[in-house]
């Protein structure tokens, strides 16, 4: 790699690009907030309102809390890395390429749903496993990780499914034996019981998810956009995190686990996004997440052989799901 390209490497693993990016996402935000807001994709929870409803009424503050849950998912991300040096580095690319993936969805960083919650709240059971490695008797925090999963369930139906993610990280951090059956399945049943003892939810007034319904998807003016967006995210998510197997594979049991366990996240979000497309907004925070890590950590392991080249075509695709959607109603 010749001098000016590793130039080009140092800088967009720098504070400075991650910033830049940051600032770009923040200004694409207001710009789009300025415009009409296209009908997005409805989320509706089991039993409870659906976040997306919460704030419905009041767009200013709905913004503002778009705006507030993706830097707290970049900050919670952060803080991963930093706790546990997952990326093997102190950059933090990923936050700013987050911020622009964020930035490349419609509506994400304007209008306030269940995604930035999602994020939060698998960041965190994804810190919560991380730090239990190996360590089968301490079960409080399997049952801290699930009770949380199941609580946003009954608010948004889209959590559930990663129930099953948060059990195969269980058997990946080597935690899986009888306690942590026990502990998971009591995390379920908790909060449930506590809200039905307290005479908040009605067991017969249960909502099942809708089926998908390709018809009323597409004929959303915010479709198209919506689905080439996710369709980068997905895409730099799978090219990269195949990459980043051939290095993980000769790293040590820990190190193996942990990004296991990202990828399988990774990879629920993205067939998530797929087959439960009506409601892809609530999975795309995660998958754009999932997405920045893997990229950033490409950038890590193959810096020397022109890694560059994958930030910058993120880059650029993002940019132009950006200028497209503020170029057209």
């Known amino acids: 790699m010749t001098r000016p390209e ?70 919670a991300m952060v803080a991963v890395n930093r706790v546990f040096n997952l990326l093997r580095t102190v950059s933090v690319l990923f936050a700013g390429l987050f911020m622009l993936l964020q930035s490349a969805t419609p509506t994400e960083l304007t209008r306030f749903s269940g995604a930035p919650l999602l994020a939060v709240a698998m960041l965190m059971s994804m810190t919560a496993l991380y730090a239990s490695y190996q360590s089968r008797h301490n079960t409080r925090r399997v049952f801290l990780i699930f009770m949380t999963i199941t609580t946003g369930a009954m608010f948004q139906y889209g959590f559930m499914p990663y129930l099953i993610v948060a059990l195969i990280g269980c058997y990946q951090m080597r935690l899986l034996n009888l306690k942590c059956i026990l502990a998971a399945l009591t995390g379920v049943v908790t909060p449930l019981w506590c809200c039905l003892a307290a005479g908040i939810i009605d067991p017969m007034a249960m909502r099942l998810p809708p089926m998908p319904d390709p018809h009323l998807f597409f004929s959303l003016p915010v479709a198209p956009k919506l689905t080439v967006a996710i369709g980068v995210s997905l895409t730099a998510g799978l090219v990269c995190g195949t990459l980043n197997l051939m290095k993980v594979i000769s790293m040590n049991a820990r190190t193996r686990a942990m990004h296991g366990f990202l990828a399988v996240t990774g990879i629920a979000s993205g067939v998530l996004c797929i087959m439960d497309f009506n409601n892809v907004v609530f999975y795309a925070g995660l998958l754009n997440a999932c997405t920045a890590f893997q990229v950033s950590f490409t950038v890590r392991l193959y810096g020397h052989r022109r890694a560059y080249i994958a930030v910058i075509a993120l880059t650029a695709a993002c940019l132009s799901c950006i200028l497209w959607t503020l170029t057209t109603t």
């Open 6 to 75: 590793q130039r080009l490497t140092d800088f967009l693993r720098s504070r400075g690009f991650a910033w830049l990016l940051t600032m770009v996402a923040t200004a694409v935000a207001c710009v789009s907030f300025m415009r009409p807001m296209p009908d997005t994709p409805a989320d509706m929870g089991l039993w409870l309102p659906s976040p997306g409803l919460w704030l419905s009424d009041s767009p200013s503050t709905s913004f503002v809390s778009a705006m507030a849950g993706s830097i707290a998912t970049a900050l």
